[in-house]
């Protein structure tokens, strides 16, 4: 009896990509003519989200341009970032919040499970957590199901992970 073939679908941002694209950053923002003494500031807050501040929303949507562009250049997708609102902050400045999404949420999970169901292919789909598990006994199916995954859009960075053959 064969035994199956399967792999992961994840989402995962690196934090130490994005670590380094906010050093990046922050070394521009302070070495910019235009936004040396704008007293920006772009910081990690435990692994979960990076918060920006500055001192006008024309300033902080500059900062944030240069942000995108550094965590682009690290392979960071943007479809993992959900910006909040700019807020006010002390000393008449204003902040943002990005959260980082990891893993898969529970909405584009069920899509995917949905999508290889459809697909008529012979493998299974099952929800495992914040990652997607997709199963079939032929290895060449489990490649077709790969590329109907990345022609879709299922708003963040798809990852196929732990591949198993036998």
Do not use: C, W
């Not at 009896?1 to 941002?13: E, G, I, L, P």
């Not at 990076?50 to 943007?78: F, H, M, N, P």
């Amino acid at each position: 009896m064969a035994a199956d073939n399967s792999f992961d679908v994840v989402s995962k941002v690196e934090i130490q990509e994005v670590k380094n694209a906010i050093d990046q950053a922050s070394k521009e923002v302070n070495a910019r003519f235009d936004l040396k003494n704008s007293k920006s500031k772009i910081e990690l807050e435990k692994d979960e989200a990076i918060q920006l501040a500055s001192q006008d929303e024309y300033t902080l949507q500059a900062v944030i341009e240069i942000l995108s562009q550094k965590l682009v250049k690290r392979g960071i997708s943007l479809k993992n970032l959900e910006y909040e609102k700019v807020e006010p902050a002390s000393n008449s400045s204003v902040r943002q919040k990005i959260k980082l999404k990891q893993g898969i949420a529970s909405d584009n999970a069920k899509k995917i499970v949905a999508v290889v169901k459809d697909s008529k292919l012979k493998a299974n789909a099952s929800i495992q957590g914040d990652t997607v598990r997709i199963v079939s006994k032929d290895r060449d199916v489990l490649q077709q199901v790969m590329g109907k995954l990345r022609s879709g859009d299922f708003g963040v960075e798809l990852q196929f992970t732990n591949f198993r053959s036998n």
